[in-house]
């Protein structure tokens, strides 16, 4: 008996989210294609458009002829002349995960069910996609991607590409052969090409895709030819009369000659050979290809890639997989949008949007009081973010951020997540601007505005929230690293009163400890044992671990090496302060005002008298003279012999800084294997670069 069907009704907020999702693609979309000025980034139009196609599986009834997700894309833009492909071009279906690439194996080998076969993995290119067409071996013509069916005419821009040949390496040229490949820009030349329009006062390219579309679409060819377009080839056709796609193999008769390959005496059966035999034409075709034959090569492939594309000098976003057999591709065919023997599986997005469910208050160990907006869970360069910063009040009223709200995030130098900015259009009805709290959330007391400041602070110095920051601090690696002593633990001690001071974790005992829930005695002596360790920690990490503002782990190494006691920084003026190299008037007033609160000198008094480290290595008055004094030093990366931290002492022994970003500033850069963006930045400054043994002969001279 046939089972009935129920529609899936769907709700009021469904309906309009979709609506909006439709409004807010189609735009970024018409963007794109005809106004050639971008406004979205891809990974983020990319998740928008998963997150519709979702909601329409879900809700069928929902699906309409005018959603992106029923067509292919937009109209090329009006001022280039327009022209049918050849061939259709067709885009790719992304997988955002391994997963999502085994269930696109399954669908193909649920439609070809083969025992035996090959992928062909090649790094997808950042860039622009092109079809260019040779009759008789000579160029005649390039066509951008547009719509898939129709594209722009941009042939004379093409021809300024030096990788492009004009002319096929071949004495027997076919009719007509179409090549399809990725137009793009290396780094350095984005780079100098953002530095002259930076100089000519004109807006930036946001990014090296975006560059090579413009640059494409140049009206006048001397710009395209002086801004170095690169190409790489990845596809060859041979059309047929009329608009159909040339035949391939047939699973039968594998062997037979392909129709490009007859007329230029080569056989060719796989892409594979396509690559190679391009490449004998005269094309770029990408070095970094590799044939798989399973799925945890490809996955090898691609988790590879994931690091090492950061060294590469152009972008790319994800990997192409192909079937390799051109007879198995024929056998697949098309859906109505993409061939079902290919796949791009992206790399995690640096940006991605998501909702955001609420804003709450974190008070931090100065009395910052620092909102956080707490997200739908995303994926976002790798890991999945759930909260992200919104630093301050200014900040929020700038991004007219509220609850409910759709947001764009990213990772702040690959680390911190942070909102870039919200999709108001995707704005649900009935929100109200966030107002940043007028007492601590914490102790309920008033909060104040600095003048100056965009920071909102709390200056209860009791507040509980302020006291359990600080013992983390003072407990955190880089200050006194004790062991064990973790979030958990502080905020049990700083509720049931046995900590009001960083000094009172040294008066505590096991008998104490074992009073805390879930605290057994051999973690309390364990933890009594890790807080007496912690007393060894040199003045410079004791430093540090007072949480003076401005002061971190560099600046207090800085510090100590030339106040050798707490006695002698507390006593110094904020202008002697200032002498120090790297420390500037804000920090030298910080840390003079610090030691002129009667709280902070009784702290130090009992510090002492538990026979903490407030004295450190002879030293003078005046600066001391080393070796690497003035010298700013970053690492990136993991080198033979040395930990970083170890490296990081060695260099700041003998005088260097040592920082966690690239700048201008920046001397030395110290490289180890697997070094990322930082040593692109470097090199784009013409930052010198040393080996860990070239560190280790500096150091010794």
């Avoid at 633990?489 to 049931?496: A, L």
Wanted: contains cysteine; aromatic residues 6%.
């Amino acid at each position: 008996m046939e089972q009935p069907t129920f529609e899936v009704k769907q709700p009021p907020e469904i309906e309009q989210r979709v609506k909006e999702l439709r409004r807010v693609l189609q735009r970024a979309s018409y963007a794109y294609y005809v106004l050639d000025a971008p406004e979205m980034e891809d990974a983020v139009y990319d998740q928008l458009y998963r997150e519709l196609q979702d909601l329409e599986a879900k809700y069928p009834g929902l699906i309409s002829p005018d959603s992106p997700t029923q067509r292919v894309g937009e109209r090329p833009a009006a001022q280039f002349s327009s022209v049918r492909h050849n061939i259709p071009l067709y885009s790719l279906e992304n997988a955002f995960n391994l997963e999502e690439f085994a269930a696109w194996q399954e669908r193909w080998q649920r439609v070809a069910p083969v025992e035996k076969f090959e992928y062909v993995c090649e790094l997808k290119i950042d860039g622009s996609a092109l079809a260019l067409t040779y009759e008789h071996g000579v160029l005649v013509r390039g066509v951008t991607r547009g719509d898939g069916v129709m594209g722009e005419d941009i042939s004379q821009n093409v021809r300024t590409i030096r990788t492009i040949p004009l002319r096929l390496a071949t004495d027997e040229p076919t009719a007509v052969v179409e090549v399809r490949g990725e137009a793009f820009l290396p780094l350095d030349v984005f780079q100098h090409i953002n530095q002259e329009r930076e100089q000519a006062g004109e807006a930036l390219f946001a990014n090296p895709r975006n560059a090579a579309a413009g640059t494409l679409r140049q009206l006048d060819s001397r710009i395209v030819a002086r801004r170095r377009l690169d190409f790489f080839a990845y596809t060859l056709h041979i059309p047929e009369s009329g608009d159909r796609p040339a035949p391939n193999f047939d699973q039968q008769n594998s062997n037979r000659q392909n129709p490009i390959a007859g007329e230029l005496h080569r056989d060719i059966s796989s892409q594979w050979e396509s690559l190679e035999f391009l490449q004998s034409l005269g094309f770029r075709v990408n070095p970094n290809r590799q044939l798989c034959r399973s799925l945890s090569e490809v996955q090898e492939y691609y988790d590879r890639w994931s690091t090492e594309r950061l060294e590469l000098p152009y972008l790319t976003d994800g990997v192409v997989v192909k079937l390799n057999p051109l007879a198995l591709q024929e056998r697949l065919g098309f859906t109505q949008k993409f061939p079902r023997w290919a796949i791009a599986l992206k790399y995690p997005a640096e940006e991605a949007p998501t909702v955001v469910a609420d804003i709450t208050i974190n008070v931090g160990r100065t009395g910052a009081l620092t909102p956080t907006a707490e997200l739908r869970p995303v994926q976002l360069a790798g890991t999945t973010v759930s909260r992200a910063t919104l630093h301050n009040g200014d900040r929020i009223a700038e991004l007219d951020i509220r609850v409910g709200d759709t947001a764009i995030v990213r990772k702040a130098g690959e680390i911190i997540p942070e909102v870039v900015r919200v999709l108001t259009e995707l704005r649900p009805a009935g929100t109200q601007p966030f107002q940043m709290p007028t007492h601590c959330p914490a102790c309920g007391q008033p909060v104040m505005r600095p003048e100056g400041e965009a920071v909102v602070r709390c200056i209860n110095a009791s507040c509980p929230a302020i006291l359990r920051r600080a013992l983390e601090h003072w407990a955190s690696r880089d200050a006194l690293d004790i062991n064990g002593l973790g979030e958990k633990w502080v905020q049990q001690f700083v509720d049931r009163g046995l900590i009001h001071t960083v000094a009172d974790l040294y008066d505590l005992t096991a008998e104490q400890l074992m009073s805390v829930e879930r605290m057994g005695k051999k973690s309390a002596e364990k933890l009594v044992g890790a807080i007496a360790q912690s007393k060894t920690q040199p003045w410079s990490r004791v430093l540090y671990g007072l949480g003076i503002r401005h002061v971190g782990s560099v600046n207090a190494q800085i510090l100590t090496e030339r106040f050798s006691s707490v006695e002698q920084l507390a006593e110094a003026k904020p202008e002697t302060i200032e002498t120090v190299h790297g420390i500037g008037t804000e920090i030298a007033q910080a840390i003079y005002d610090w030691f002129r609160v009667p709280a902070n000198r009784a702290l130090i008094d009992r510090l002492k008298a538990q026979e903490l480290q407030t004295v450190g290595a002879a030293s003078s008055s005046a600066p001391t003279a080393s070796k690497l004094a003035g010298k700013t030093f970053v690492i990136t990366g993991t080198l033979p012999t040395l930990k970083r931290d170890e490296a990081k002492e060695m260099i700041q022994a003998a005088g260097g800084k040592v920082t966690g970003s690239v700048s201008a500033k920046t001397d030395y850069l110290v490289v180890g294997a697997e070094a990322g963006s930082k040593l692109e930045k470097a090199e784009s400054l013409g930052i010198t670069q040393l080996s860990e043994a070239q560190l280790l002969e500096l150091l010794s001279d």
